[in-house]
């Protein structure tokens, strides 16, 4: 992508299209028991991904469960301070999220990762619900179950920029597409989604 383009339009198809292609290695190297999307840029990838992995891995039971997180975006009750810096738990998967996770290959959707804070803060947090869950078995089984869950990141963009937190090192981590430090504009953003497309066709236009 040319430096000069500040902005990216991203489309419903193009997103599509990303996950269709990223889905056969994830089904194969992970093969998700749930898919945990965070919203709302989450959402929609989620749903197409859960399609793909349905047909690949034929599990038709495949959940998807949401979280809330908000970081860039103004929440009733922060500060103008918070905004960017700090990530705020909007909606959780309930106060027993870890049976939820427990034993289970769990795949964290995103739209994109930006300065990683959010997918740290996600991956962080639903750890230690399965900590706080695996608190109440058996002694004898802790160490199996933990063993048998696993979590994994996949993002529709990764931005080839420094970040600003880690994921713990072997987390799986699966991308749509790499991309240059560009402001993305997604299609569920648009109010007049022709309009936006039209400007997506003349973004690749001018790369070409």
Same mark, same amino acid.
């Given at each position: 992508?040319a430096?000069?383009?500040?902005?990216?339009?991203?489309t419903?198809?193009?997103?599509?299209?990303?996950i269709?292609?990223?889905t056969?290695?994830?089904?194969?190297?992970?093969?998700?028991?749930?898919?945990?999307?965070?919203?709302?840029?989450?959402?929609?990838?989620?749903?197409v991904?859960?399609?793909?992995?349905?047909?690949?891995?034929?599990?038709?039971?495949?959940?998807?469960?949401?979280?809330?997180?908000?970081?860039?975006?103004?929440?009733?009750?922060t500060?103008?301070?918070?905004i *960017?810096?700090e !990530?705020?738990?909007?909606?959780?998967?309930? &106060?027993?999220?870890?049976?939820l996770?427990? =034993?289970?290959h769990? #795949?964290?959707v995103d739209?994109?990762d930006?300065?990683r804070?959010?997918?740290?803060?996600?991956l962080s947090?639903?750890?230690k619900?399965?900590?706080?869950?695996?608190?109440?078995?058996?002694?004898?089984?802790?160490?199996?179950l933990r063993?048998?869950?696993k979590?994994?990141?996949?993002?529709v963009?990764?931005?080839?920029?420094?970040?600003?937190?880690?994921?713990?090192?072997?987390?799986?981590?699966?991308? *749509?597409?790499? !991309?240059?430090?560009?402001?993305?504009?997604? &299609?569920?953003?648009?109010?007049?989604i022709? =309009?936006?497309?039209? #400007?997506?066709a003349?973004?690749?236009?001018?790369l070409?």
């Amino acid at each position: 992508m040319a430096d000069e383009v500040q902005h990216w339009r991203v489309t419903y198809n193009d997103i599509h299209n990303l996950i269709r292609k990223a889905t056969p290695s994830i089904g194969a190297e992970f093969n998700p028991d749930l898919l945990v999307a965070i919203g709302g840029g989450g959402f929609f990838p989620a749903r197409v991904m859960r399609t793909f992995l349905r047909e690949q891995t034929d599990k038709k039971a495949l959940q998807i469960q949401a979280i809330g997180l908000s970081l860039y975006e103004p929440v009733e009750g922060t500060s103008a301070e918070q905004i *960017g810096n700090e !990530v705020i738990r909007t909606q959780w998967l309930g &106060p027993d999220s870890g049976k939820l996770l427990v =034993g289970k290959h769990n #795949l964290i959707v995103d739209e994109v990762d930006d300065t990683r804070k959010t997918l740290h803060y996600a991956l962080s947090e639903l750890k230690k619900d399965v900590e706080v869950e695996l608190a109440k078995r058996p002694e004898s089984e802790r160490e199996a179950l933990r063993a048998a869950t696993k979590f994994g990141v996949f993002v529709v963009h990764n931005k080839k920029k420094p970040k600003l937190a880690e994921l713990p090192e072997g987390t799986p981590y699966y991308t *749509g597409e790499e !991309v240059d430090d560009l402001w993305l504009d997604y &299609p569920w953003e648009a109010t007049d989604i022709e =309009g936006h497309d039209k #400007l997506a066709a003349q973004d690749r236009a001018s790369l070409s």
